[in-house]
Structure formats: C-alpha cells, structure tokens
C-alpha cells in the first residue's frame, strides 16, 4: 500500500480568493445592471514596458534561425542577465553582490516554496502574520509545523504584524532558525526600516538563523531611507537569502522571471556543527529540479536594467503608486486608520469590523471588491487589504463610490 505525504492533510483550504469569486458572482447574478470594480487581487493589469516587448520580439527571432537558435541554458540563468541583476540591482547601490549569486527563476513563490528544502524538517521556523501564504503551506507540507489547532500551526512561531508594532513584527521571544520576512509587506504594505532590519540580521547571527527575505515588491519603495535589499545590512550575507522578481516592477506576472541571491557567505550547519555553504546546496537543488527560464524571457528581463526600461519601469510603478496614493487619501478621509501605500501597492484598512462583513459591505453598497485581510492569518481579522493594481480611472470610481457608501 501506498502511503501519502500527510502533511498535506494539516493544509487549510484556501478558500481565500475562491470564496470571494463566490460572493462577486452571487452579487452580479442579483445585481446584472452593476459593474463590480476589482482591488483585491495582487495581479497587475498594464501591459508590458516597451523595451520588453521589443527585447521578446528579437529574441524569438533569434530562436527561429538555425545560427541564433538556443535551446537548455544555464539553469542559473544566463550570465547576461545575471550581471546585469547584479550590476543594476546590487553593485550599483555599493551592495557586493555576485552575479555567480544571482539564480534566475520562473517565479518568486516558487522559489519562497522551495528554498525551505535546503533545511532540516526538525527547525523551528517563525512565519509572520499576516502572511503570503506559500510560506507557511510549503512548511506545512514538509511537515514543519505540527497540527493546526485554534487557527494556528502549533509549532510555527508566529510573527504577529499588528498596528501596535506598526506592522513591523518584533524579534521572536524564543529561538527560531529560520525566519520569513517579507519587505515592502504583502499584504499590509508596511516597510522596515535599515535599523529595524539590523536587529533581525544581529537576531539571525546570534541565533545561527537564516533569514529568506523576500523583496518581491522593492520597486515600489519611494523612500531613499528604506533598505532596497537585506544586504544594505552589515553582515546580511551571512544570514539571509532575498528573493526578488519581476512580476510587479516590469509587470512579468503571466511572463514569468524571477530570482534568488544566495551569497556564498551564507551558511547553515549539519548535524555535527559544521558551517555548510548554503550557495552550493541552492545550486545543487537548482540544477536537478529545474531547466532554466526561457531565452526569450530573460531577454525581456535584461531589458529592465536598459535606461529606457529603467524609465519604463518606474512610469509604470508610479502609476500605481498613484492609484494607491488616491486610496490612502480617500479612504483617510472617511475615518479609516490604514498603513502601506506609500512605498507598497497594498493598502491596507482597519475596517473596524468583521473582515468578510466589511468585504460584503464594500461590495453590496459601492460594487468593490477588496480583499479580507482574516484570509492572510489570525492578525488580518478586522482588516481588508486593498491593491493599487487597476486602471486610476477605476480606482477614482471606486473611491467615489465607496465615499457615496460610506459617508
Ligand atoms: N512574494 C510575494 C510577497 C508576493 O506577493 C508574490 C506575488 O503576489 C510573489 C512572491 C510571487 O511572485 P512571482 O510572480 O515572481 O512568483
């Protein structure tokens, strides 16, 4: 007989988004003469920077001549878009990063979900929350983090995220060794500062941890104060892996480019306390499970750091951030208290309720669709996140209407 994983009967059902798909199709079926406007999902709607498209354009045509044609890569990725990661993201902001550190990806969350291989399965890991879910479900399945009983994962240490530590959560109360940060934060669009990161990296050292930072969201930070990367820290390349991609900077969320930095100074221990490279194991990992991120694709990557794509991209991330910037202002003004928004494309409210009641009422008295913060962890409850993805005539509308509602 055939045994399962067990672990993966301790998942909650994410119900999150299929529940709201549920409640927007049940109000349009009642509702048929009124238009929903959509500011929950984190998917961006603009299309791709031009540089781009023209970068995908060439390289297909290369792909189709017998003289130009590429087939496998390097799984870490091309070099031409390693160093250029590496030149743009890192070295330019005086931040000694490698390109030999860079591994190129198909994704952030799938390199989020599958770095916690590298680790033993008897760790303790400290998740925040609210959380991006897939740090927590892939620990679950790798069986982590024990039963779940009164909302929680019994041998997670939580990170609770609330409005009393400015959601910035502070240093756990007991050892963990491996610890999930995520900066600007999805979903409360809240920041760290370089001093508060400082203590996670002094945390990390002292503890033998490893911090997985995920930046997924840095191109949105506005403030030249706030840390771009982990390794802006003193002694980060030690401690942490980050995560970052282009999904919401050049909006390659159905295009598919991402990558993680694994210093070669980053090190765990075995099972007799010897120091072990992190960087070979990651590599190790890499090159067996994965096939490289196609041609095309990472020249449409390498196409950011142009200076037109430069350009492009943050045209494209401050329209966003002008949408969420008329969010904060509007949704201030009614009374909410609310954090992120101002270098985050989330915003997220207090609606001082219930936060699948506050949901319903957004979406039967003004037609918008927000996002309920319980659906991110116990700490969400009474919140509902609101993203600054869609178009700023929506986002005006949907303001109108929610200041109609509500006021
Ligand atoms: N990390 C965070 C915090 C996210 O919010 C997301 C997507 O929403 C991802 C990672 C996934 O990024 P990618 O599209 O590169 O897989």
Redesign the pocket.
Known sequence: MLSINENFLKLQASYLFSDIAKRVAAFQAKNPQRDVIKLGI?DVTRGLPQVCVSALHKAVDEMAEDATFRGYGPEQGYDFLREAIARNDFQARGVDICADEVFVSD????D?SNIQELFSTDIKVAIPDPV?P?YLDTNVMAGRTGGFVDGRYQSVVYLDSTQKNNFVPALPAEDVDLIYL?FPN?PTGSTITKDELQLWVDYAKQNKAIILF?A??EAFIRDDSLPRSIYEIDGAKDVAIE?R?F?KNAGF?GTRC?YTVVPKDCAAYDSGGARQALHPLWNRRHCTKFNGVSYPVQRAAEAVYSDAGKAQVRELTDYYMRNAELVRKEIGALGYDLVGGENSPYIWIDGKANSWDFFDMLLNRAGVVCTPGAGFGKCGEGYIRISAFNSYENVERAMRRIREALA
């Open positions: 984190g994704g952030a969350k799938c989020t991006y897939v995520c999805n995920d997924a969201y995560f991609s999904s969320t991402a």
